[in-house]
């Protein structure tokens, strides 16, 4: 892949060492470009106001300014285009700062000790405009979390359709579009309609964001049991 068509990312760490070993593994894929490297969040969004990046790996604890506040900045939109999609870096699964990441606008996260395929993956997939719901603890930590911040419901939510709220029920349980479909009986098709009817009628960027506001807003109630394992998901 040319450079000018490669999925461009800035890696943010206060670390030296973890940024420039995750910067060093990206750059060693054809599809893939680092443009710039951050030590905090303020330097993140100066990068990306100069670099225009696709892709940002941010982490969630740095001085001067936190992955937290970067993101809601960055993902805030600009007015010259898309916002890049944010993949926070933790190095424990239910971390509350992710959490709270994930519903500023960040689109997935992963742990510091994440393979270099799981890397890779894992960045094609936010790059792609869809949402990384995985690691396995995604939903879990979604739910831990929401269940001692509930918020009251969205107003929005009664624009949805009942058939809607059923595919945002479901969305947030975890479930693909290819796993909903026989669900509802209908195809594949139809449910990315729904799905994206659902996140324009709510203002949300992707099923993150989805999953965060049908918990909070106590359409769907955290389970105990893990039930299901989260997943790279399609729109």
């Not at 979390?145 to 918020?151: G, T």
């Amino acid at each position: 892949m040319s450079a000018e068509h490669a999925v461009r990312v800035v890696v943010v760490d206060d670390q030296e060492v973890v940024r420039a070993g995750f910067a060093a593994l990206l750059n060693t894929q054809p599809d893939f470009t680092v443009v710039a490297t951050a030590a905090d969040g303020a330097e993140a969004i100066s990068h990306c106001r100069a670099h225009r990046p696709d892709v940002v790996l941010m982490d969630v604890r740095m001085p001067t300014m936190d992955g937290i506040e970067a993101t809601r900045q960055i993902t805030a939109g600009a007015a010259d285009g898309e916002p890049p999609r944010i993949l926070m870096l933790t190095t424990f699964d239910l971390d509350e700062h992710v959490y709270d990441a994930l519903a500023a606008g960040a689109s997935g996260f992963l742990l510091k000790d994440v393979t270099a395929e799981r890397l890779f993956d894992a960045v094609r997939v936010v790059a792609a405009g869809e949402a990384l719901l995985a690691p396995s603890v995604t939903r879990r930590l979604i739910g831990e979390f929401a269940r001692f911040r509930p918020r009251p419901a969205s107003p929005l939510l009664a624009e949805l359709t009942p058939r809607e709220v059923e595919v945002l029920r479901l969305v947030a349980e975890g479930l693909t579009n290819a796993e909903i479909a026989p669900r509802l009986v209908v195809s594949e098709e139809t449910v990315k309609t729904h799905v994206s009817r659902l996140l324009r009628k709510l203002g949300l960027r992707d099923r993150v964001q989805a999953v965060v506001t049908a918990y909070e807003s106590g359409l769907v109630v955290p389970r105990s049991d893990g039930h299901r394992a989260g997943r790279p998901a399609s729109r």
